[in-house]
């Protein structure tokens, strides 16, 4: 079959012409990939407003930003609201995972209506709860070998545990001890340090079961 040699010259420059869009494209993703940090989110409900840096997405997926700290905000109406801090690398993904729970009438009408967003809502949860446990091993390695009950001899006993705290968009543990008298004090803190564990590295609240009034009643931080 002939063909219009004009038609010829048409599809060779349009193969040109594609090939080199194509290139550009490639070049301008590894440019973007090496220069700028790549932000991966998983939210729900899907449609949560992320915040941050002057900037706001609705149902944020993969986003590239200048590599910064920032403090990511999501908010949905009908529903609680959530802030984290994460260190964004230049050339790295870094990928963050927030769920929302129906705090209102609003909201629970909401997952009542969606069947699909309550489904959605547990599988995010769940990333979520993995996302977190990892990050506070990481910051608060003592929380793996928590929460413990040891006796001593028959000086009676002493607990030690741990609370969640998030503020200002970071996690961290609190470390609460529980001991009988000033023996099992003492103990506690040499347990602490024979699994390498420095005292004075975390916020570590003492409660003595006989003496104080409330849980709050003695505490020592760094």
Known sequence: MNIDPRLKKLLIVLGILGTILLLLLLGFNIWRNYTYAKLVVGVAPEDTVLSFDGKSFKSPGTIYVRPDTYKLLFNRAGFSSYDKKVQLQKGKTTKVYVALYANSAQG?????AHPGAQALLERIGGLMDEQSTAEL??????????????????????????????????????????????????????????????????????INLFTSPAPDAESHTD
């Open 137 to 206: 091993t990481q910051k608060c390695p003592i929380v793996k070998d928590l929460p413990t009950t040891q006796a001593v001899g028959g000086a009676g006993e002493f607990t030690v545990k741990y609370d969640v705290v998030h503020k200002d968009g970071e996690t961290s543990c609190q470390i609460t001890v529980t001991y009988d008298n000033d023996t099992t004090k003492v103990q506690a803190l040499e347990w602490l340090q024979q699994k390498h564990y420095d005292p004075a590295a975390y916020p570590v609240k003492y």
């Open 108 to 112: 629970k009408e909401y997952l009542a």
